[in-house]
């Protein structure tokens, strides 16, 4: 799987069974890898309508993340990408130390940073990860333990919770990013 991305990319999901959509961009600008997406949806009968900039190094490593909710509420994080977090105004953010990714509950794209940095090979270990997940209802940033494991190199990856609460196999394309995440999320042409 290539490490950067090769061109501007965009991409579309909906969620499965509910209304929505999710448009990202996705390019590689100067040392970071920069996603811009807009996302409409729902959240526990709750209609929401965000954008969202998540900026990595060429690592896949989260920098930063900026959301703004079409009701006013916005979340931002800044990342050392060694594990320490602060939000906009540079406190820092304790309960995230550890974490190098973010999990945005309501986009299958923050799936594609665990694979595309860790370089899991098919029929390997999985490797675990301390994420700091963000539900679009809240903006409230949560640890969540998760484990990937590559089932078919390049194509196909078992995501699950450390808890056992949940599994999933995610099909990925020949950038990383989620076609099909069972259940929840489908690739739309574009």
Known sequence: MRFLPPRPLSARWRPVGAEGLEHLDLRLDD????????????????????????????????????????????????????????????????????????????????????IRRAGLVGGGAAAEFRMAYIPFDTFKPAVDGQLYRCLEQDRLYRYEATDRSFSADLTVDEDGLVTDYPGLFTRVEI
């Open 31 to 114: 040392d970071a890898i920069i996603a811009d997406s807009v996302v409409i949806g729902n959240r526990g009968g709750i209609p929401y309508g965000l954008r969202y900039r998540l900026v990595c190094g060429v690592d896949w490593v989260t920098r930063s993340l900026d959301i703004t909710a079409t009701d006013g509420r916005s979340l931002h994080l800044r990342s050392d990408g060694e594990g320490e977090w602060t939000d906009g105004e540079g406190f820092p953010i304790a309960h995230l130390d550890g974490c190098i990714d973010v999990d945005l509950a309501g986009s299958p794209f923050t799936n594609t940073l665990p």
